[in-house]
């Protein structure tokens, strides 16, 4: 045996022992490792699976029940809702709370659209422009069907310079205004919605109609 042929059988032999060795020390670790990943993996899908199983299940149940509110079964419509409130996935309960409250507000329960949109509007788990639609949306009903101090409550925070909703805000609460008399209130609302530049064109034009009104009437004092 040459010189070479006998040192590459040492190494290999070195080699194959340190191997062993290794396997010895790390191998049952790394079959624990390999069950884990295939666990996980499995665990994962399943999981993909389910979550769109759920979305897809609640999103048919949401088309059924905006079916029942649109073809006039508003009872109907409610039920369904009712269902998705409690047992929907995602964003669906919220969905069928605030369309729910719609359907009350279109068959002429005022006052349970009303409570419905302030419960959407009282949940601190939900994203806070949700929340402010919920309270614009009840404000706009109170409007005719409530006081100016209910509708105040709901949205006189709404109406800062900053808010995106200021625009309608400012609207609920000048019509509201107007209404009970406090027309001073009411046209400075109204030209608050006619100066501002970011107010969309419609609102607008309808804030500077009610003001001429209003300045016509001769009672803004």
Not at 66 to 72: E, F
Not at 112 to 134: L, Q
Not at 147 to 169: F, G, I, Q, W
Request: hydrophobic fraction near 45%; glycine fraction near 6%; charged fraction near 25%.
């Amino acid at each position: 045996m040459s010189d070479d042929s006998f040192f590459r059988e040492v190494n290999e032999e070195i080699r194959q022992e340190q191997a062993k060795a290794l396997w010895d020390r790390f191998g049952p670790l790394a079959i624990v490792l390999a069950i884990l990943v295939v666990i996980g993996t499995g665990l994962f899908v399943a999981w993909e699976y389910w979550v769109e199983t759920e979305a897809n299940r609640s999103g048919d149940q949401f088309s059924q029940a905006l079916t029942l509110a649109n073809s006039g079964k508003a009872d109907e419509a409610l039920a369904a809702f009712e269902v998705l409130e409690k047992d929907g996935y995602g964003a669906y309960p919220l969905l069928a709370s605030m369309r729910a409250a719609t359907v009350q507000a279109d068959k002429g329960d005022f006052k349970a659209a009303i409570a419905g949109f302030d419960e959407v509007a009282a949940d601190s788990s939900i994203p806070a422009v949700i929340c402010d639609i919920a309270r614009l949306r009840a404000a706009m009903l109170l409007v005719d069907h409530g006081s100016y101090a209910d509708v105040s409550a709901r949205v006189e925070a709404l109406t800062n310079d900053t808010n995106p909703l200021r625009h309608s805000a400012r609207e609920a609460l000048g019509l509201s205004a107007w209404k009970e008399g406090k027309l001073a209130d009411a046209l400075k609302l109204f030209e608050q919605i006619a100066s501002d530049e970011g107010a969309p064109r419609n609102a607008r034009q309808r804030s500077n109609l009610l003001a001429e009104l209003i300045r016509g009437s001769g009672n803004a004092s």
